[in-house]
């Protein structure tokens, strides 16, 4: 059998070597070959240092997470890295790529720590729900002070070798391309010296001195952290790091970690975890599949959409030629993304220099004929099926062959887009979510002839841009707003039958979504879209665009705002409301918030079983990727999919059925049959 771990010798230093691709997964193997290592070490007198490195892109990131769940097998993680510790020659951990997690822990254990400069150290188990199981949560405050380990441990954000340094995580950065060397000259130099020990430091002192930078910490993140168990228990853990000797800070950590992995959030992050990977891959499209390379992006339409398209293959340092129709468009356009730009350099996520480099990579044009040689092009005008030809038998005629022409379209038929062109296998849809430049999803629609070079190309592009993808087939709203068109329907119709609209949007908010329906289009803007007759009245909106209700920007929409963008439900629009269920004959009635919930969510559900049975998602997990990523539902609850295998399907069909919603047969069958959506 061959074994993920090996030994070399140089000198009088034990090199211990992790081969365990892609990313150095501590599984139960690594695990015990790490433990054997450092017996080789202690029970060889001519070996008087160690130095624990990994091949591959990266030092260990962290526990085996396919691992969770199942019945241990040790060494635990934990007792290798006492062992470890415990060593009376000098041990080294030689760091490059990331060491996350558990792989911290194994740093943290680790007597000392060597880093290249590209290399990120972080605690990510708060992203899966969990916090770190293998001591991180006693050590590193115990190293680095209380102050410097929360952000750490609690937010799970990894930070940058140099970062390490300045806080007393790593002792010294070393060559990029020397790592190995450097190490063991670094141990070399440590020989003969009593050794430190993470364990018996007293930088966690901090956190007794000052307990308000615990509630500070909460306070400044307490809005992230809202409906999250893990960060508070990792606020809990490091607490205790202080005011507990380490052997009992130990037992706390262990006692927090085993609460939070038998719970549903941590089952549901881990889901999510492999959910977004699984996401990347196209069941029927060869993993192999030769790319196109996409060197040069136009992008048409330089509006809210099309700008901040352009500004995810800038900051990438791709070239984008922006088209307009209009001067004055394209000054105003390329204006606001300069803007953009220099806002987040105000902010001190950019300098001043990168804002220049991603503009000077941006060309402004009024011609078609300046997209020619684009690898891609990008279309984000107005959703309207007869420009939208227009444009693509434009497009078709000035763009070189063999470049792939996308429509930002967020419900429109792709194949009747590419059916505009000479080349439907290179058409299809990449649709962003506004803001284009912030928001994670990328929705990228398969057209009935789309190429899979076109696709395999389209998923590595979204990844180098820092957008999670998912693939969706042709259908009107694709899979995340045709699911939401079932929920908007349902929020109108629960106001017209007498529900509060406030309750609708508290509702969504106290399941875990950042806002409701109403809050959003008071932030969209109400009048989006009206057609600017206060004499025609047909629905809610147009009643409250009349009266010059049109959202935050005039102060009132449906509910009225303070100077600080505070809500308050508003008696005038209560009103409107009552006049409006009237005029159409609805009966009104007080309904509670459960049946707000059930009606909201269960017919999203119903609607993911029926995309799922059309197939226009490949997989039942893809769907709660679009939905945690572009829609704001919370990931702790896995997204909708995984949320109602968590409820039961059953349960869901019940619902349904109870509120006289229609139920899908194939929502029907796998209720009946006991299955889930998620295997
Ligand atoms: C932990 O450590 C708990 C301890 O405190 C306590 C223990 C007692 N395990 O992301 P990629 C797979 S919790 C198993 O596409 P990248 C991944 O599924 C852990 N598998 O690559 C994928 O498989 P496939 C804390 C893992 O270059 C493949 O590797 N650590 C793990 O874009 C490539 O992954 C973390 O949370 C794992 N730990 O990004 C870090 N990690 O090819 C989790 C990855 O079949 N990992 N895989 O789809 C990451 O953040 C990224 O993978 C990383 C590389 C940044 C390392």
Known sequence: ?????????????????????????????????????????????????????????????????????????????????????????????????????????????????VAVPSAKIGLPEVKLGLIPGAAGTQRLPRLVGAEAALPLVATGDPISAKKAQAIGLVDKIVGEDSLEADAIAFAKSKIGQPVPRASEGTANQDGVKNPAIFDDFRQKNGRKMRGFDAPN????????????????????????????????????????????????????????????????????????????????????????????????ALDRGTGVMRKNY????????????????????????????????????????????????????????????????????SYLNIDEIAAATQRPGYVLGLHFFSPANVMKLLEVVRGAKTRDDVL??????????????????????????????????????????????????????????????????????????????????????????????????????FYDYDEARNRTPSDEVKTIIADFAAKEGHAQRDISKDEIRERLLYPMINEGAKILDEKMAQRASDIDVVWINGYGWPIYTGGPMFWADTIGLDTVVAGLEKHGLPVSDYLRGKAARGETFNG
């Not at 490059?96 to 740093?107: I, K, N, R, S, Y």
């Not at 020619?372 to 070189?400: H, P, R």
């Not at 908007?488 to 406030?502: D, P, S, V």
Request: glycine share 12%.
């Open 342 to 409: 220099e806002n987040t350099a105000k902010r001190g996520r950019m300098t001043v220099e990168q804002v220049g480099t991603a503009m000077g990579l941006l060309t402004p044009t009024l011609d078609y004929a300046d997209l020619a040689d684009c690898d891609l092009v990008i279309e984000a005008v107005y959703e309207n099926m007869d420009v939208k030809k227009e444009v693509f038998g434009t497009l078709d005629g000035v763009v070189k062959q063999g470049a792939i022409l996308a429509s930002n379209t």
């Open 456 to 557: 395999a190309t389209s998923m590595k592009l979204a990844k180098k841009i820092g957008k999670v993808a998912a693939v969706s087939g042709v259908c009107p709203g694709f899979i995340g707003n045709r699911m939401l068109s079932k929920r908007q329907e349902q929020a109108n119709q629960l106001i017209m039958e007498g529900a509060n609209y406030w309750d609708v949007d508290d509702v969504l908010l106290e399941f875990g979504f950042p806002m409701g329906p109403f809050q959003m289009g008071d932030l969209a803007g109400i009048d989006i879209g009206w057609h600017r007759d206060p004499s025609k009245v047909t629905t809610v909106r147009e009643a409250l665009c009349a009266v010059g209700r049109f959202g935050q920007k005039t102060g009132k929409g």
């Open 233 to 328: 228990a990792a606020i809990e853990a490091v607490k205790a790091a202080g005011e507990l000797p380490y052997a009992e800070g130990v037992k706390k950590e262990r006692e927090l970690f085993a609460r939070l992995m038998g719970g549903t959030q941590s089952k549901a992050m881990r889901h999510y975890f492999f959910a977004e990977r699984a996401a990347n891959k196209i069941d029927d499209v060869p993993a192999d599949t030769p790319l196109i390379p996409i060197k040069k992006v136009g992008v048409i339409g330089a509006g809210t959409m099309g700008g901040g398209i352009a500004m995810n293959f800038l900051s990438a340092g791709i070239p984008v030629t922006i088209l307009e129709m209009k001067q004055e």
């Open 1 to 113: 059998m061959t074994t993920p771990i090996r030994t070399e010798r140089h000198d009088n230093v034990l090199v211990i070597i992790s081969d365990n691709p892609p990313v150095n997964a501590l599984g139960q193997a690594v695990r015990a070959g790490l433990a054997a290592g450092i017996e080789e070490a202690l029970s060889d007198d001519g070996i008087e240092a160690v130095v624990i490195r990994c091949d591959g892109r990266t030092f260990f990131a962290g526990a085996d997470i396919t691992e969770f769940g199942k019945a241990p097998k040790g060494p635990s993680l934990p007792e290798a890295l006492d062992k470890l510790e415990a060593s009376d020659k000098p041990v080294v951990a030689a760091i490059h790529g990331t060491a996350l997690g558990g792989g911290c822990e194994v740093a943290l254990a680790c007597h000392y720590r």
